[in-house]
């Protein structure tokens, strides 16, 4: 069933449909499915209702060998990075097609596995997965290198070439787009990839690497091997074939992966961490209804586990109170927990046990620091077999309390009122991330005074989390060193070659 049709599915006919789903549980190496090694596996849990989903073969170092082995000996053989630009770029347009053509059974994956809403799934995932395929196929044959202005004996060309192997670990949030993220410029600059997805939502990108191979893609170019992070990840990052590793996640284990490279063969880093992004809110916004719809969105969309998530809403004084009664009113009707297989839900539940209670201590911590818990911050009456936390938004808290601070992950909002545009720009500077933020003005000179000063990768005006595959996405400080999405992503899994030539006698 393709993506549109998907959309008009029923709450009962996602449920037959998921009970009849196959799914695929091994490790994909050399375009085959196959068990891990040492035939371990790991339980994904569906986080909705806590019961088993499937039994995942858990690869360790050994299957890393084994998927380097086969990624190395298809980057010798050359069939993918010599392989004419546009007959690439045919593979991962094809392979766009199937992604849609396949919509139901990868937003099914997706919802059973990490709880996201099904409706999200289809909406705004998969088409974004789409998207990034198809952008990052049409720059294919857009790379090019440049010849210099030499003497007239010489001839110099500064090429650019594909990196070899790239080793690549997502994270849970959106499994297959923080993935596609990845693999998508990597294989179109003609890398071979060996991807580790997170543990807590790995199906989803192994059904996504066969599809790569029924779109024409050749073995072992694309290979995915499950396991844990600290076991499976840590082979990657520290594996000597492997030229680049680009990874998505916390920023503790960022810091890790650096320190492999470094122990390893000095491969390249592309880290993309932790956000504390704050939405600053000028008494002088045009309209007031717009700026609150973004600000819940930008905190509550996918239960706030979004790693640019808004979770720091500065508020000016003058419209605070207008603010928060606005806030509390829309983010009630806008969301409610429910069922992730129900068309109608808009808030799904937290990843695991473990993370809705890390969630929990934080809105603890928060209230116990002095912050002034508005709404929200508990499990839902009804709903204590899955992960579920209530929206919560806390108020009058400054930039000293942990909740203002600490990357929470979850659907947690806190209000740090200010009086003046320095003070506002002050608070968002004072965090140790840098990825996103927003500023709301009607005044021109005030926004671009205030994009100049705030510390973040990607700023919004009047806005917040819009853009495209153009917009480079990726952060300061330590929210990484890196940039997702757009030509400077494929170009960063290229590297350049001076080639002079002699052509004198």
């Excluded at 594996?239 to 810091?255: E, L, M, Q, R, Y």
Aim: aromatic content about 6%; charged content about 20%.
């Amino acid at each position: 069933m393709g993506l549109e049709n998907s959309k008009t599915l029923t709450l009962a006919e996602w449920k037959s449909r998921a009970a009849e789903l196959k799914i695929e549980t091994g490790l994909f190496i050399n375009g085959t499915y196959t068990d891990a090694k040492s035939g371990a596996r790991f339980d994904s849990i569906n986080p909705a209702t806590g019961k088993i989903v499937a039994s995942v073969s858990c690869g360790d170092e050994d299957d890393i060998d084994r998927a380097v082995a086969s990624a190395k000996s298809a980057w010798k053989e050359g069939s993918w990075r010599f392989m004419d630009p546009r007959d690439r770029m045919a593979v991962l347009i094809q392979l766009a097609e199937l992604i849609g053509e396949n919509s139901e059974e990868l937003a099914l994956l997706e919802c059973l596995d990490m709880g996201k809403p099904i409706t999200d799934v289809l909406t705004i995932d998969l088409p974004e997965v789409i998207v990034s395929f198809r952008y990052f196929a049409e720059c294919i044959d857009k790379i090019s290198g440049s010849v210099t202005n030499t003497a007239a004996d010489a001839l110099h060309m500064i090429l650019k070439e594909p990196l070899g192997i790239v080793g690549a670990i997502s994270a849970w949030n959106y499994p297959m787009l923080m993935a596609v993220w990845k693999v998508a410029p990597a294989l179109a600059a003609g890398n071979c990839v060996v991807l580790k997805p997170s543990e807590r939502a790995p199906l989803s990108c192994l059904k996504l690497a066969e599809l790569f191979i029924s779109a024409g893609g050749p073995p072992g170019v694309f290979n995915v091997v499950n396991g844990m992070g600290h076991v499976a990840g840590k082979a990657l990052a520290l594996h000597p074939d492997v030229a680049k590793i680009s990874f998505t996640g916390s920023t503790a284990t960022g810091k890790l992966i650096m320190t492999y490279a470094g122990q390893s063969n000095l491969k390249r880093v592309a880290l993309e961490t932790g956000g504390k992004s704050p939405q600053i809110f000028m008494s002088d916004l045009e309209d007031l209804d717009k700026a609150v719809d973004y600000a819940i969105g930008g905190i509550f969309d996918n239960a706030g586990q979004v790693c640019n998530a808004g979770s720091r809403l500065l508020v000016h004084r003058d419209i605070q109170d207008a603010f928060i009664r606005k806030f509390i009113e829309k983010s009630k009707r806008a969301y409610q927990p429910g069922d992730p297989l129900n068309p109608q839900t808009t808030l799904g539940p937290l990843v695991t046990k473990a993370h809705q209670q890390d969630v929990l201590d934080k809105i603890a911590r928060g209230v116990a620091e002095g912050a002034e818990l508005l709404i929200g911050g508990h499990i839902p009456e009804g709903m204590e077999q899955g992960t579920y936390v209530q929206p919560a938004l806390f108020n009058n808290a400054d930039n000293r309390m942990s909740i203002s601070r600490e990357e929470v992950f979850g659907p947690v909002a806190t209000i740090i009122p200010f009086q003046s545009e320095e003070e506002a720009i002050a608070i968002a500077n004072d965090s140790d991330f840098g990825l996103a933020a927003s500023v709301w003005t009607r005044d021109l000179n005030r926004a671009h005074r205030m994009v100049k000063a705030v510390e973040a990768g990607v700023l919004w005006v009047n806005c917040f989390g819009d853009g495209d595959m153009t917009q480079p996405f990726g952060g300061y400080k330590q929210s990484g060193n890196t940039r997702d999405k757009s030509i400077e992503c494929l170009l960063g899994y290229t590297q350049s070659k001076s080639a002079w030539i002699n052509l004198g006698s």
